[in-house]
T-cell receptor, first 115, second 113 residues
Framework: DTAVSQTPKYLVTQMGNDKSIKCEQN?????MYWYKQDSKKFLKIMFS???????INETVPNRFSPKSPDKAHLNLHINSLELGDSAVYFC??????????????FGSGTQLSVL | AQSVTQLDSQVPVFEEAPVELRCNYS??????LFWYVQYPNQGLQLLLK??????LVKGINGFEAEFNKSQTSFHLRKPSVHISDTAEYFC???????????FGPGTRLSVLP
Protein backbone atom coordinates (compact mmCIF):
# COMPACT_ATOMS: atom_id res chain seq x y z
CA ASP A 1 0.00 0.00 0.00
CA THR A 2 1.66 3.15 -1.23
CA ALA A 3 1.34 5.95 1.30
CA VAL A 4 1.97 8.90 -1.04
CA SER A 5 1.57 8.14 -4.71
CA GLN A 6 2.09 10.48 -7.60
CA THR A 7 1.56 10.00 -11.30
CA PRO A 8 3.06 9.94 -13.78
CA LYS A 9 6.56 8.87 -12.76
CA TYR A 10 8.05 10.26 -15.97
CA LEU A 11 6.71 13.07 -18.09
CA VAL A 12 8.36 14.14 -21.35
CA THR A 13 6.76 17.00 -23.21
CA GLN A 14 7.37 19.88 -25.57
CA MET A 15 7.79 23.51 -24.62
CA GLY A 16 4.52 25.38 -24.48
CA ASN A 17 2.39 22.39 -23.54
CA ASP A 18 0.17 22.17 -20.46
CA LYS A 19 0.56 19.18 -18.16
CA SER A 20 -0.67 17.92 -14.80
CA ILE A 21 0.85 15.79 -12.07
CA LYS A 22 -1.44 14.03 -9.64
CA CYS A 23 -0.80 13.16 -6.00
CA GLU A 24 -2.78 11.13 -3.53
CA GLN A 25 -2.04 10.14 0.07
CA ASN A 26 -3.84 7.45 2.06
CA UNK A 27 -2.34 8.37 5.43
CA UNK A 28 -5.16 10.58 6.59
CA UNK A 29 -2.83 13.58 6.77
CA UNK A 30 -4.19 17.10 6.70
CA UNK A 31 -1.23 18.77 5.01
CA MET A 32 0.20 18.17 1.54
CA TYR A 33 3.10 19.77 -0.31
CA TRP A 34 4.75 20.12 -3.67
CA TYR A 35 8.54 20.35 -3.77
CA LYS A 36 10.75 20.94 -6.82
CA GLN A 37 14.17 19.26 -6.98
CA ASP A 38 16.48 20.76 -9.57
CA SER A 39 19.35 19.11 -11.39
CA LYS A 40 21.69 19.88 -8.49
CA LYS A 41 19.34 18.01 -6.13
CA PHE A 42 18.29 21.21 -4.33
CA LEU A 43 14.81 20.83 -2.86
CA LYS A 44 12.58 23.86 -2.74
CA ILE A 45 9.04 24.07 -1.50
CA MET A 46 6.47 25.33 -3.96
CA PHE A 47 3.07 24.97 -2.29
CA SER A 48 1.45 23.57 0.80
CA UNK A 49 -2.21 22.89 1.47
CA UNK A 50 -3.84 22.14 4.79
CA UNK A 51 -7.24 20.52 4.52
CA UNK A 52 -7.75 21.90 1.00
CA UNK A 53 -6.65 25.40 1.99
CA UNK A 54 -3.48 26.98 0.56
CA UNK A 55 -1.09 27.82 3.40
CA ILE A 56 2.29 28.13 1.67
CA ASN A 57 2.72 29.70 -1.73
CA GLU A 58 6.35 30.38 -2.46
CA THR A 59 7.59 32.56 -5.28
CA VAL A 60 6.57 30.32 -8.12
CA PRO A 61 5.51 31.45 -11.62
CA ASN A 62 1.76 31.66 -11.89
CA ARG A 63 1.97 29.09 -14.68
CA PHE A 64 2.00 26.63 -11.78
CA SER A 65 -1.40 26.10 -10.20
CA PRO A 66 -2.06 23.62 -7.43
CA LYS A 67 -5.50 22.19 -6.87
CA SER A 68 -6.72 20.23 -3.86
CA PRO A 69 -10.15 18.67 -4.48
CA ASP A 70 -10.03 17.04 -1.04
CA LYS A 71 -7.44 16.67 1.70
CA ALA A 72 -6.15 13.38 0.27
CA HIS A 73 -5.31 14.86 -3.13
CA LEU A 74 -3.07 17.67 -4.29
CA ASN A 75 -2.56 18.03 -8.03
CA LEU A 76 -0.15 20.33 -9.83
CA HIS A 77 -1.02 21.86 -13.17
CA ILE A 78 1.61 23.60 -15.24
CA ASN A 79 0.74 25.86 -18.17
CA SER A 80 3.00 26.84 -21.05
CA LEU A 81 5.88 24.62 -20.01
CA GLU A 82 9.39 26.04 -20.31
CA LEU A 83 12.79 24.37 -20.50
CA GLY A 84 13.59 25.57 -16.98
CA ASP A 85 10.64 23.63 -15.59
CA SER A 86 12.57 20.40 -16.16
CA ALA A 87 13.09 18.91 -12.70
CA VAL A 88 11.84 16.23 -10.38
CA TYR A 89 8.65 17.20 -8.59
CA PHE A 90 7.92 15.58 -5.25
CA CYS A 91 4.61 15.42 -3.49
CA UNK A 92 4.68 15.01 0.28
CA UNK A 93 2.27 14.94 3.20
CA UNK A 94 2.43 15.39 6.94
CA UNK A 95 0.03 15.46 9.86
CA UNK A 96 -1.01 18.95 10.95
CA UNK A 97 1.37 20.37 13.55
CA UNK A 98 -1.05 19.84 16.39
CA UNK A 99 -1.06 16.16 15.49
CA UNK A 100 2.71 15.80 15.52
CA UNK A 101 3.32 17.30 12.11
CA UNK A 102 7.04 16.98 12.27
CA UNK A 103 7.67 14.40 9.60
CA UNK A 104 7.25 14.47 5.87
CA UNK A 105 6.19 11.46 3.86
CA PHE A 106 7.35 11.72 0.25
CA GLY A 107 6.10 10.29 -2.98
CA SER A 108 8.60 8.74 -5.37
CA GLY A 109 8.74 11.80 -7.60
CA THR A 110 7.77 12.81 -11.13
CA GLN A 111 10.65 13.47 -13.48
CA LEU A 112 9.55 16.20 -15.86
CA SER A 113 11.60 16.76 -19.01
CA VAL A 114 10.67 19.69 -21.22
CA LEU A 115 12.15 19.49 -24.73
CA ALA B 1 14.54 33.74 7.63
CA GLN B 2 15.60 30.17 8.14
CA SER B 3 18.30 28.31 6.26
CA VAL B 4 20.22 25.04 6.26
CA THR B 5 23.81 24.66 5.10
CA GLN B 6 25.52 21.44 4.17
CA LEU B 7 29.14 22.31 3.57
CA ASP B 8 30.09 19.14 1.71
CA SER B 9 28.35 18.54 -1.59
CA GLN B 10 30.10 15.17 -2.02
CA VAL B 11 31.70 12.80 0.47
CA PRO B 12 33.52 9.72 -0.83
CA VAL B 13 34.43 7.14 1.78
CA PHE B 14 35.62 3.54 1.76
CA GLU B 15 33.39 0.75 2.97
CA GLU B 16 33.52 0.10 6.73
CA ALA B 17 35.08 3.52 7.37
CA PRO B 18 33.34 6.07 9.62
CA VAL B 19 31.61 9.07 8.11
CA GLU B 20 30.32 12.44 9.26
CA LEU B 21 28.04 14.62 7.15
CA ARG B 22 27.90 18.19 8.34
CA CYS B 23 24.82 20.34 8.75
CA ASN B 24 24.47 23.85 10.13
CA TYR B 25 21.31 25.84 10.40
CA SER B 26 20.14 29.36 11.00
CA UNK B 27 16.88 30.30 12.67
CA UNK B 28 15.63 32.99 15.03
CA UNK B 29 13.10 30.59 16.57
CA UNK B 30 13.27 27.08 17.96
CA UNK B 31 13.33 24.39 15.35
CA UNK B 32 12.99 20.70 14.80
CA LEU B 33 15.85 19.12 12.85
CA PHE B 34 15.85 16.19 10.47
CA TRP B 35 18.01 14.06 8.25
CA TYR B 36 16.42 12.53 5.18
CA VAL B 37 18.01 10.06 2.76
CA GLN B 38 17.27 9.78 -0.94
CA TYR B 39 18.30 6.60 -2.72
CA PRO B 40 18.63 6.76 -6.53
CA ASN B 41 15.31 7.33 -8.30
CA GLN B 42 13.36 7.35 -5.07
CA GLY B 43 11.66 9.85 -2.82
CA LEU B 44 13.12 11.00 0.49
CA GLN B 45 12.88 8.88 3.61
CA LEU B 46 13.32 10.04 7.19
CA LEU B 47 16.56 8.85 8.81
CA LEU B 48 16.18 10.55 12.16
CA LYS B 49 14.83 13.67 13.81
CA UNK B 50 15.49 15.88 16.79
CA UNK B 51 12.48 17.42 18.48
CA UNK B 52 13.65 17.94 22.06
CA UNK B 53 15.37 16.15 24.92
CA UNK B 54 18.59 14.21 24.47
CA UNK B 55 20.87 15.89 21.96
CA LEU B 56 22.11 12.56 20.59
CA VAL B 57 19.53 11.07 18.30
CA LYS B 58 19.68 7.58 16.87
CA GLY B 59 18.05 6.74 13.57
CA ILE B 60 17.64 3.89 11.18
CA ASN B 61 20.46 1.96 9.49
CA GLY B 62 22.95 2.72 12.27
CA PHE B 63 23.00 6.48 11.76
CA GLU B 64 23.02 8.99 14.59
CA ALA B 65 23.15 12.76 14.84
CA GLU B 66 24.01 15.22 17.56
CA PHE B 67 22.21 18.50 18.08
CA ASN B 68 24.51 21.31 19.19
CA LYS B 69 22.58 24.46 19.95
CA SER B 70 25.59 26.69 20.58
CA GLN B 71 27.12 25.76 17.25
CA THR B 72 23.75 25.53 15.49
CA SER B 73 24.78 22.19 14.07
CA PHE B 74 23.20 18.79 13.54
CA HIS B 75 25.91 16.58 12.09
CA LEU B 76 25.12 13.04 10.95
CA ARG B 77 27.47 10.17 11.73
CA LYS B 78 27.86 6.49 11.14
CA PRO B 79 30.76 4.47 12.59
CA SER B 80 31.01 2.02 9.70
CA VAL B 81 29.40 2.58 6.31
CA HIS B 82 28.19 0.03 3.83
CA ILE B 83 27.96 0.16 0.05
CA SER B 84 24.18 0.37 0.41
CA ASP B 85 24.54 3.70 2.24
CA THR B 86 25.44 5.36 -1.06
CA ALA B 87 22.74 8.02 -1.47
CA GLU B 88 21.96 11.71 -1.19
CA TYR B 89 21.50 12.97 2.36
CA PHE B 90 19.47 16.05 3.20
CA CYS B 91 19.43 17.99 6.43
CA UNK B 92 16.21 19.90 7.10
CA UNK B 93 14.55 22.06 9.69
CA UNK B 94 11.05 23.01 10.61
CA UNK B 95 10.07 25.68 13.10
CA UNK B 96 7.98 24.39 15.96
CA UNK B 97 5.07 26.37 14.61
CA UNK B 98 4.00 26.46 10.99
CA UNK B 99 4.32 23.78 8.37
CA UNK B 100 7.28 24.85 6.26
CA UNK B 101 10.20 22.44 6.04
CA UNK B 102 13.47 23.96 4.82
CA PHE B 103 16.01 21.66 3.22
CA GLY B 104 19.75 21.95 2.82
CA PRO B 105 21.36 21.44 -0.60
CA GLY B 106 22.19 17.81 0.10
CA THR B 107 25.40 15.78 0.46
CA ARG B 108 26.14 12.96 -1.92
CA LEU B 109 27.68 10.07 0.05
CA SER B 110 29.54 7.61 -2.13
CA VAL B 111 30.76 4.45 -0.42
CA LEU B 112 33.62 2.82 -2.29
CA PRO B 113 34.56 -0.87 -2.12
Amino acid sequence: DTAVSQTPKYLVTQMGNDKSIKCEQNLGHDTMYWYKQDSKKFLKIMFSYNNKELIINETVPNRFSPKSPDKAHLNLHINSLELGDSAVYFCASSPWEGQGGEKLFFGSGTQLSVL
Amino acid sequence: AQSVTQLDSQVPVFEEAPVELRCNYSSSVSVYLFWYVQYPNQGLQLLLKYLSGSTLVKGINGFEAEFNKSQTSFHLRKPSVHISDTAEYFCALKSNYGQNFVFGPGTRLSVLP
